[in-house]
């Protein structure tokens, strides 16, 4: 890809949503770390395992990524309350509903983040889509994409986000099938 149209996407990307709405995320994301570091200083965070906090501060890095780029976020860490697991992000972009699973690492490791959703993970989240499709108030099931985003917090650098759009599908066999 040349210059000019790694130029033409980022001006389209940056355009995606106006600048309002980009000042109001990033503020919000400021806002969000402030808080973060304040509870960390008292000590409110102290209960939970470093690894909980590590993924947490990923979700919230990968909530205000998907904004930046337009998506409309409507779930977090969305739960059924009778199929075990959750949902990290559900989010709609234009008519696309995406169930986004976050994984999050402090450190770039021989073995990517994104290898970590396995077919266990990706079974308990197909069960998990199944049943927040099914609860929607429409008639018809909207087209469905599963994603899974890398969040790389490495001390000292910037953040580095690496999104796989459309990772799987509703079946190991996936070939672009719709929900049943």
């Known amino acids: ?15 995606r949503i106006g600048w309002m709405e980009r000042a109001r995320i990033g503020w919000m994301e400021r806002a969000l770390d402030g808080l973060n570091g304040l509870a960390l200083r008292r000590g409110g965070a102290a209960a ?8 947490t501060d990923g979700e919230d890095a990968a909530f205000f990524y998907l904004r930046h ?6 779930a977090r860490r969305w ?29 770039h490791d021989a073995t990517p983040a994104e290898v970590a959703v396995d077919s266990h993970k990706r079974t308990v989240l197909r069960r998990l889509a199944r049943q927040y499709v099914r609860q929607l108030p429409q008639e018809t099931a909207p087209p469905v994409r599963f994603d899974v985003l890398s969040v790389y917090l490495v001390p000292g ?8 759009e459309g990772n799987f599908g509703w079946s190991e066999r996936w070939e672009g099938e719709r929900l049943d």
């Open 1 to 15: 890809m040349g210059w000019m149209e790694r130029t033409r996407i980022g001006w389209m990307e940056r355009t």
């Open 48 to 55: 939970l395992p470093a690894h909980l906090i590590t993924g």
């Open 69 to 74: 780029k337009g998506y409309v976020v409507v």
């Open 79 to 107: 739960v059924s309350g009778e199929l075990p697991g959750d949902i990290d992000l559900i989010a709609w972009l234009g008519p696309m509903l995406c169930f986004v699973e976050v994984k999050t690492r402090t450190a």
């Open 157 to 164: 650098k910037q953040r580095e986000f690496v999104h796989f």
